[in-house]
């Protein structure tokens, strides 16, 4: 049976941003002093909040942040996706093919989730049903994201599929009774990846869109 819905985690998933993200969000950190790369910002914090990332990152470093470094990293970003961010390559035609009711819960802000997805000229698919860790009080891999989602959309848990290509994303479908599908196909993925999520709870993992459909 097709689910009731369909639950999409944005960055990674609809979009290909996570390594527009990940380089903005090194080179501001190199030039603060603290050394990090670009693999090791993908590896560590793709599908967590900026607020987490930023509380993981003083305390592994040692050190306090700027007040304002999460507005920098938000503005740094926000100017590299304006010229460099696409929709991820199959996701329109999957859309179109879909038969089940369709949301968007992410760990991104709800503006910049709102403006990037109508960049690429995805919003039409899900407005007005786009939900924001800012919205709960746990972030992933907590449950609580899925959680208000389908609540807001009236579906029961065991009646959602959770699309999702981070370890805690899928971490937090599973939390929430939700079967999660591990998308590999992004740009920051490498080699390994399907086998993290497959470890992490995913039910099946896929690199291309082209195989949603026949994954519900």
């Known amino acids: 049976m097709s689910p009731d819905l369909v639950i999409f985690d944005c960055d990674g998933v609809l979009i ?3 390594t527009i993200a990940a380089r903005t969000e090194a080179a501001c950190l190199n030039e603060i002093g603290i050394k ?19 509380a993981d990152i003083e305390i592994r470093y040692g050190r306090r942040l700027p007040a304002d470094f999460g507005e920098r990293l938000t503005q740094r970003a926000a100017a590299a996706f304006e ?13 179109k093919a879909l038969r089940s009711r369709v949301c968007v819960a992410s760990s991104s802000a709800p503006q910049r989730l709102r403006h990037s997805l109508s960049m690429v000229g ?11 860790a800012t919205q709960v009080e ?15 959309m009236a579906a029961r848990p065991d009646a959602c599929v959770v699309i999702e290509d981070s370890e805690a994303g899928i971490k937090a479908a599973v939390a929430a009774g939700m079967r ?5 196909g992004g740009s920051h993925c490498g080699s390994d990846h399907a086998d993290r999520l497959s470890q992490a ?16």
Do not use: C, N
């Open 16 to 18: 290909d941003s996570e």
């Open 180 to 184: 999660p599908l591990g998308f590999t």
């Open 138 to 152: 746990h972030g992933k891999p907590a449950p609580d994201l899925f959680l208000f989602a389908a609540d807001r």
């Open 122 to 132: 995805l919003l039409r698919y899900f407005d007005p049903h786009v939900f924001s």
């Open 36 to 54: 990090i790369t670009t693999s090791e910002i993908a590896s560590w914090y793709v599908g967590l909040s900026m607020s987490s990332m930023l």
């Open 201 to 216: 709870g995913a039910a099946a993992t896929f690199g291309q869109m082209a195989r949603l459909i026949e994954l519900l």
């Open 83 to 95: 010229t460099e961010l696409i929709a991820t390559p199959g996701i329109e035609t999957a859309l």
